[in-house]
Nanobody
Framework: QVQLVESGGGLVQPGGSLRLSCAAS????????MAWYRQAPGKQRELVAS???????NYRDSVKGRFTISRDNTKNTVYLQMNSLKPEDTAVYYC?????????WGQGTQVTVSS
């Protein structure tokens, strides 16, 4: 069973940067296509970025050029480097596999972009 623990969130001013980390337990982490998701208050959870086991990546249009997803299979960790943050990036960020999802979800990490 894989367990997920997200960290690295916080309060940052518009234009600032944060680096999120997701530590996964379990020896089969490397076979998963992993992703970062976010959920803003009153909104549905949405896919932000994904990284396949071979390292190839995809991003939602609103974060392209600002966010970078990466993974280190030797450390069972997925990262999300977020630059040029905007107030609309404010949300709880979660990591998980691409569907079907790992259960349970982690607790997420809060990112707040505000001046």
């Amino acid at each position: 069973q894989v367990q997920l623990v997200e960290s690295g969130g916080g309060l940052v001013q518009p234009g600032g940067s944060l680096r999120l980390s997701c530590a996964a337990s379990g020896r089969i982490f490397s076979i998963y296509a992993m992703a970062w998701y976010r959920q803003a208050p009153g909104k549905q959870r949405e896919l932000v970025a994904s990284v396949l086991s071979d390292g190839s990546t995809n991003y939602r249009d609103s974060v392209k050029g600002r966010f970078t997803i990466s993974r280190d299979n030797t450390k069972n960790t997925v990262y999300l480097q977020m630059n040029s943050l905007k107030p609309e990036d404010t949300a709880v960020y979660y990591c998980n596999s691409m569907a079907p999802y790992i259960q349970p979800w982690g607790q997420g990490t809060q990112v707040t972009v505000s001046s």
